[in-house]
């Protein structure tokens, strides 16, 4: 699928404050659809070379890229974000969101005993889900209420903030269901770049904010709707289907 990175970069220097971004992206077939990979794949790069070109981002926030569709993978081992390659997916197969789920707490967990061995100061890891599908492999809807209990305990226990971004298709009262209702956005228009540059902003924040103090955290963009704004256009769609 494209030339992968199959070593792990470990932490620059000891005692380095470090931030690790799991991105997990939805690329199975129906991904294909309305040009949403070509889009992903021109949003998650530009992303990443704004976190080249900022300094602290550059060295202090390291991503782990896993892609899922019939199966699961990681593309981009932790690493910082100077190390990162640029993705470059195509779309095919089914929606393996169960295995993306847990082959990304295998990679935080193990991130995470790095960066306490050698002593780093470490953010919260964050989980971004990016998905247009239903939880679905081998011909069958998968059953995510284990997934939805392990986010739950590893919030609790602020091992990882998970968020889920769903574009049109994307299953979302069963997104609600894994992550809960405050945690699931939907992408308008299918708006990956406002949604990538919110997050360079987010981790540019963040490496400018001593771990342990408030975040300052812009809006995120008009396109990215929460769940009362997504309740709030199925009932306007609804209205005007009576009112035509």
Not at 58 to 71: C, D, G, Q, R
Not at 105 to 115: A, D, I, M, N, Y
């Amino acid at each position: 699928m494209l030339n992968q990175r199959m070593f792990e970069e470990p932490p620059m220097a000891i005692g380095e404050k470090k931030q690790v971004v799991v991105i997990k992206l939805d690329c199975s077939g129906s991904m294909s659809y309305s040009n949403k990979i070509a889009m992903l794949n021109k949003a998650a790069n530009r992303m990443l070379e704004k976190c080249r070109a900022d300094e602290l981002v550059s060295k202090n926030v390291e991503f782990i890229i896993i892609i899922y569709n019939s199966n699961a993978e990681v593309i981009q081992p932790a690493a910082p974000a100077a190390k990162c390659m640029e993705i470059n997916l195509s779309a095919s197969g089914e929606t393996n969101a169960k295995a993306a789920h847990y082959l990304s707490v295998e990679e935080v967990t193990k991130r995470s005993k790095v960066h306490e061995t050698l002593g780093c100061t470490a953010y919260t890891p964050l989980v971004f889900d990016f998905t247009d599908g239903v939880p679905f492999v081998n011909g069958c809807r998968q059953d995510m209420s284990d997934v939805a209990e392990d986010i739950r305990k590893m919030k609790s226990s602020n091992k990882a903030r998970f968020f889920a971004f769903g574009v049109e298709g994307a299953d979302f009262e069963t997104l609600e269901n894994i992550y809960g209702q405050d945690y699931v956005f939907e992408l308008e228009n299918y708006d990956f770049d406002g949604i990538f540059n919110w997050m360079f902003k987010t981790v540019r924040s963040i490496t400018r904010t001593a771990p342990g103090e408030d975040i300052e955290i812009e809006a995120l963009p008009d396109t990215v709707l929460d769940s009362e704004e997504r309740k709030e256009k199925k009932r306007k769609k609804l209205k005007d289907l009576f009112n035509r």
